[in-house]
């Protein structure tokens, strides 16, 4: 089981709404894997920097991989990349 987590910020403030729906294009990709993007609830005291957050777990590296390789995968990082300030990844094995 992979548990991948990405972490994201926007530079404007004003883009925040378009990262949100760029990212959710994320969870349309169908496979036997489990996917969900949200925003950050901000609750903590130190530190809130990420705006968003794609939390996903897969089986396999392959299924990752699949995930990755779709076209709305794609789609989401043309949308994305030019609007976000900081992307943070993490991959986790269990």
């Not at 548990?3 to 169908?30: Q, S, T, W």
């Not at 779709?70 to 900081?86: A, E």
Request: hydrophobic share 40%.
């Amino acid at each position: 089981m992979i548990r991948h987590i990405v972490m994201f910020n926007a530079k404007n403030p004003d883009d925040r709404e378009a990262i949100y729906n760029g990212l959710k294009i994320l969870e349309e990709i169908e496979g036997d894997w489990t996917l969900t993007v949200s925003r950050n609830m901000k609750i903590d005291q130190i530190a809130n920097d990420m705006d968003f957050v794609v939390y996903g777990e897969f089986h396999d590296e392959a299924a990752l991989k699949a995930y990755k390789s779709h076209p709305n995968y794609q789609r989401s990082v043309d949308i994305v990349r030019p609007l976000r300030d900081q992307r943070i990844a993490v991959d986790l094995t269990f």
